[in-house]
T-cell receptor, first 114, second 118 residues
Framework: DGGITQSPKYLFRKEGQNVTLSCEQN?????MYWYRQDPGQGLRLIYY???????QKGDIAEGYSVSREKKESFPLTVTSAQKNPTAFYLC?????????????FGQGTRLTVV | AQTVTQSQPEMSVQEAETVTLSCTYD???????LFWYKQPPSRQMILVIR??????QNATENRFSVNFQKAAKSFSLKISDSQLGDAAMYFC???????????????FGKGTKLSVKP
């Protein structure tokens, strides 16, 4: 079945550690996105990529980094520079060129700083 | 920049009744899409309905329908015959169709938490 897979579902990070969240899709979508969800804040865009080997900062990119070496994969690294990383992270993908198609979401990763 | 506003943080509806969730947006663009997503307690984002800005006809999907008022920049969601399974967070989202730059990015409102009473 086609879809988006995020792993792990739960992740714990110690102070000063970098952690990487995985996002893989087999929908043949060009575009991929990372969103952060906090209570009462909706979803805020961290990074997005419209094509392999290219990505752009979203609204809250500070303290995060990404790579897009393969069409299917768009991992997100939460660095030690991110001061408040505890949140729910959602990865999404969509076609980049066709009109009006919605974004498909993974099941999310809950990151907690311990 | 585009913004999406959901002014109702929480709503409640009796089972089998009808409820309307509000959404307004701000944009200078003429060509875009609007979406309603549902996020149940599992936190999986599920598309409920979409509306193309150039279509005047309001979209419908079974018990879900929208009231799209382009001039007023309003996009409300009506849920008829509410069911217990409709209880969730509902997010309104905007997608620009301008080519280049941030084309395709979804801009979300802060959500409305819907409770359904049996």
């Amino acid at each position: 079945d086609g879809g988006i897979t995020q792993s792990p579902k739960y992740l714990f990070r110690k102070e000063g550690q970098n952690v990487t969240l995985s996002c893989e899709q087999n929908l043949n979508h060009d575009a991929m996105y990372w969103y952060r969800q906090d209570p009462g804040q909706g979803l805020r865009l961290i990074y997005y990529s419209q094509i392999v080997n290219d990505f752009q900062k979203g609204d809250i990119a500070e303290g995060y980094s990404v790579s897009r070496e393969k069409k299917e994969s768009f991992p997100l690294t939460v660095t030690s520079a991110q001061k408040n990383p505890t949140a729910f992270y959602l990865c999404a993908s969509s076609t980049a060129r066709e009109r009006g198609t919605e974004a498909f979401f993974g099941q999310g990763t809950r990151l907690t700083v311990v | 920049a585009q913004t999406v506003t959901q002014s109702q943080p929480e709503m409640s509806v009796q089972e089998a009744e009808t409820v309307t969730l509000s959404c307004t947006y701000d944009t200078s663009e003429s060509d875009y899409y609007l979406f309603w997503y549902k996020q149940p307690p599992s936190r999986q984002m599920i598309l409920v309905i979409r509306q193309e800005a150039y279509k005047q006809q309001n979209a419908t999907e079974n018990r879900f329908s929208v009231n799209f008022q382009k001039a007023a920049k309003s996009f409300s969601l009506k849920i008829s015959d509410s069911q217990l399974g409709d209880a969730a967070m509902y997010f309104c989202a905007y997608r620009s169709l301008n080519y280049g730059g941030s084309q395709g990015n979804l801009i979300f409102g802060k959500g409305t938490k819907l409770s359904v009473k049996p």
